[in-house]
């Protein structure tokens, strides 16, 4: 298993451009979610979804849009990129919702000038 | 929303040297998480311990879910322990909510 891979790993974008951050889990897990972390800080859910077709926002979901079209992906979507955007992106998976270990990929830093 | 305190916010060791790690929260949880965050910036699950004692080699960790708190302890620390170790917490939903994290490091 490859566990839950991300795409890019990098990215560097200029304001008002638009990008999608992939996501892919290959251990059929039917949560999935999306985080931040700023300089220094903790991660902050962006959103997170519970099932192929569901999706809700989380904490911090302003500027951000997500699909859930397979139990397998679930990307993120920057429709008019802003400094404030300048953080690393978690992508995670869970095989259940309540009480249930969550797994992260490897992250996507974007940089936005 | 929970609130999660990690303490101390900073904490420097001698390779060899003991220390323990703590994290504070605010309401019942039904999901506890571990994580150790290593200089390229991954996270690396270490514990999944919402209640209970946990060991794995040199790290152990234990859970008073009735206190709401939670214990990290880094046993006999190597120079590879360094890096950030974040407590993440989740209530009676799925949405974890993540400590400010204690980085640790480790002088040869």
């Known amino acids: 298993n490859a566990g839950v891979t991300q795409t890019p790993k990098f990215r560097i974008l200029k304001i008002g451009q638009s990008m999608t951050l992939q996501c892919t889990q290959d251990m059929n897990h039917n949560y999935m979610y999306w985080y931040r972390q700023d300089p220094g800080m903790g991660l902050k859910l962006i959103y997170y979804?519970?099932?192929?077709?569901?999706?809700d926002k989380g904490e911090v979901p302003n500027g951000y849009n997500v699909s859930r079209s397979t139990t397998e992906d679930f990307p993120l979507r920057l429709e008019l990129a802003a400094p404030s955007q300048t953080s690393v992106y978690f992508c995670?998976?869970?095989?259940?919702?309540?009480?249930?270990?969550?797994?992260f990929g490897p992250g996507t830093r974007l940089t936005v000038l | 929303g929970i609130q999660v305190e990690q303490s101390p916010p900073d904490l420097i060791l001698q390779e060899g040297a003991n220390s323990t790690l703590r994290c504070n929260f605010s309401d019942s949880v039904n999901n506890l998480q571990w994580f150790h965050q290593n200089p390229w910036g991954q996270l690396i699950n270490l514990f999944y311990i919402p209640s209970g004692t946990k060991q794995n080699g040199r790290l152990s960790a234990t859970t008073v879910a009735t206190e709401r708190y939670s214990l990290l302890y880094i046993s006999s620390s190597q120079t590879t322990d360094s890096g950030v170790y974040f407590c993440?917490?989740?209530?009676?939903?799925?949405?974890?909510?993540f400590g400010a994290g204690t980085t640790v490091t480790v002088r040869a």
């Open positions: 993440a917490v989740g209530p009676y939903d799925y949405k974890l909510s």
């Open positions: 979804s519970v099932g192929a077709g569901i999706t």
């Open positions: 995670a998976s869970g095989a259940d919702g309540r009480g249930d270990e969550q797994f």
